[in-house]
């Protein structure tokens, strides 16, 4: 079975951990950087990025990471989105620039900071539940990256090359098409590499 490592620093990283073991992977909760050894994959969950950051300023954590995740499979979601990011504003802040998009952090304002939405994605199965949680708005992407989902005609879900990034909380809910999708994701790339 494929190994994925959750970042489990601070946030929702349980739930997806139960999400990953439920399609047969084994999840491993990393906190300490040689955590990542031997990782097949890994997930940055949502939470507070602020915070996350902070916890990653120690023992080369930030350093280890960066080099992770331009090799190795890593699904960012909300916070964790914006660690892969680019492009950080709103306020701006440093991240793994990994990903070619631009992100406005909490771009929803207080009406808006929580939403559930049943939108129509390229995966197959129909609408996908997607908990919006004082979200990130995409408002750029590279020429090289996929957009899965939208919300509002904003990339929700998108994709380049092994990271995959959601603005939302797919472990929350009962869908695991998402988490299904990164683990193929995952297949692909080790089996690739032989
Ligand atoms: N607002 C958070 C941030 O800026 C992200 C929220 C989330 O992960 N649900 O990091």
Known sequence: PLTIGVLALQGAYDVHAKALTSLGAVPRLVRR?????????????????TTILKFLERDNFFEALDA????????GTC????????????????????????????????????KILFEPTTLAG?????????APRINRVGADVEVLAERE?????????????????????????VHQLFLDMVREHKDGRG
């Open 68 to 75: 992770f995740v331009k090799e190795t499979p890593t699904f």
């Open 33 to 49: 950087p040689e955590e990542l050894e031997g990782l097949d994959g890994l997930i940055l969950p949502g939470g507070e990025s």
């Open 153 to 177: 005609e904003h990339p929700a879900l998108v994709r380049s090359g092994h990271l995959l990034a959601a603005t939302f909380h797919p472990e929350l809910g009962s869908d695991v098409r």
């Open 79 to 114: 916070a964790g989105c914006i660690l892969l990011a680019k492009d950080v504003n709103h306020p701006a802040q440093k991240s793994f620039a990994a990903l070619d998009i631009a992100v406005e952090r909490n771009a929803y304002g207080r009406q808006n900071d929580s």
């Open 126 to 134: 129909g609408p996908l539940e997607m908990v919006f949680i004082r």
